[in-house]
């Protein structure tokens, strides 16, 4: 399976109200090792993510009293770090970007394949502990007025500060990282969501998008992360 052992015991917040589901869900992911809590509404989810510490989080869209875009966004403003899958039936492109927007780090539409789903959750932890070292070695850094801090996930452009999602940091500190070279979806796929190349591509797009809203004065026209026709993306900066 999914490298069992490496992140045996990492505890995951399954959020999904549908039994069945939820049920064949909860008992796959303790064989694999996770310690699964479930909440089957949106209300319980927050209190479980209050009083307890949890590694990753599962989370539908649509659930009683919070839907999973709420509470994705509630949990982002106290901990920007978590990783967050979305799993749900909805599959509008603009679910998938509305979920990206308010932080979730990957999106999963149902119905799914459970070594696809495996496959997801651990590249997320793999990303979790890949950044941490990344981090480690350069915390900060600086280009023509903007500053990404990686350790407290932020990017500050003049007087705006944008807080950043791990993976959105992700992202960004693999093209810095790389900088001046042509970095391809299949790289950042694999790279850094842990992920076989042919799986989405989409994703990664998002992604690009999102980061150039925070760091290009005309993100229709970026300078500093730039398309390469169809080869990837190139960072380049004047530091």
């Given at each position: ?7 045996s015991?990492?505890?995951?917040l399954?959020?999904e109200?549908e ?23 949106g ?6 993510f209050d009083?307890?510490?949890?590694d990753?989080i599962i989370?539908?869209i ?8 709420e509470?994705?966004k ?14 749900t039936a909805r599959t509008?492109?603009?679910d998938?970007?509305?979920?990206l927007?308010?932080g ?9 394949h459970?070594?696809?789903l495996?496959?997801r959750?651990?590249?997320m932890?793999k990303?979790k502990?890949w ?8 915390a900060?850094?600086?280009f023509?007025?903007?500053e990404?801090?990686f350790e407290?996930?932020?990017?500050t452009?003049g ?6 999602t ?11 990282d790389n ?5 391809s ?6 790279n850094?969501w ?5 799986v989405e591509?989409?994703t ?10 925070y760091?290009e ?9 730039k398309s ?10 004047s530091?």
């Amino acid at each position: 399976m999914m490298d069992k052992g490496k992140f045996s015991g990492s505890k995951i917040l399954l959020v999904e109200d549908e039994d069945a589901l939820a049920i064949g869900l909860e008992y796959n992911l303790s064989e694999e090792g996770y310690v699964v809590v479930r909440a089957d509404n949106g209300k319980t989810a927050l209190e479980y993510f209050d009083k307890q510490a949890f590694d990753l989080i599962i989370m539908d869209i649509m659930l009683p009293y919070l839907d999973g875009f709420e509470i994705t966004k509630k949990i982002r403003a106290i901990s920007p770090q978590i990783p967050i899958l979305i799993l749900t039936a909805r599959t509008a492109a603009n679910d998938r970007v509305h979920g990206l927007e308010l932080g979730a780090d990957d999106y999963l539409t149902k119905p799914f394949h459970l070594p696809e789903l495996l496959l997801r959750l651990n590249g997320m932890l793999k990303r979790k502990e890949w950044y941490q070292k990344r981090t480690a070695e350069q915390a900060i850094f600086s280009f023509d007025g903007c500053e990404i801090n990686f350790e407290k996930l932020t990017c500050t452009v003049g007087a705006n500060e944008f807080h950043l999602t791990q993976t959105e940091a992700m992202v960004l500190k693999y093209l810095i990282d790389n900088r001046g070279k042509i970095v391809s979806r299949k790289e950042l796929l694999e790279n850094v969501w842990s992920m076989p190349s042919a799986v989405e591509t989409r994703t990664v797009d998002n992604f690009i998008m999102r980061l150039r809203k925070y760091i290009e004065v005309d993100p229709a026209n970026p300078v500093y992360i730039k398309s390469v026709r169809s080869a990837g993306y190139i960072f380049t900066d004047s530091a």
